[in-house]
């Protein structure tokens, strides 16, 4: 089980840190995504960090701002969220794939709201 957290209000500008935490699976033999999803949207791509932590991917609208990394000791993968904007305000999932490349195991979510 994928447990997300850290979400919650923040002002225009602020930062939080999401936390994705697993029980019952080893994060460390995983990639590991986070996506969001606002409301009467669709669900889009965030950040994804390779197993290893080498190797990191950001969406365009969160690139410079947001900073995925993991801690494998800890099984946990962080999403550490700089000068949110409100567009940013949206349900934070994180998500592992399987072998095959989809995102097919997904945390129950956390919801980040930030007010202009």
């Known amino acids: 089980q994928l447990q997300a957290s850290g979400g919650g209000l923040v002002q225009a500008g602020g930062s939080l840190r999401l936390s994705c935490a697993a029980s019952?699976?080893?994060?460390?033999?995983?990639?590991l995504g986070w996506f969001r999803q606002a409301p009467g949207k669709e669900r889009e791509f965030v950040a994804r960090?390779?197993?290893?932590?080498?190797?990191?991917d950001y969406a365009d609208s969160v690139k410079g701002r947001f900073t995925i990394s993991r801690d494998n000791a800890k099984n946990t993968v962080y999403l550490q969220m700089n000068s949110l904007k409100p567009e940013d305000t949206a349900k934070y999932y994180c998500a592992t794939p399987n072998r095959g490349g989809a995102w097919d195991y997904w945390g129950q979510g956390t919801l980040v709201t930030v007010s202009s």
């Open positions: 960090v390779s197993w290893s932590g080498t190797s990191t």
């Open positions: 019952g699976r080893t994060l460390r033999n995983y990639a």
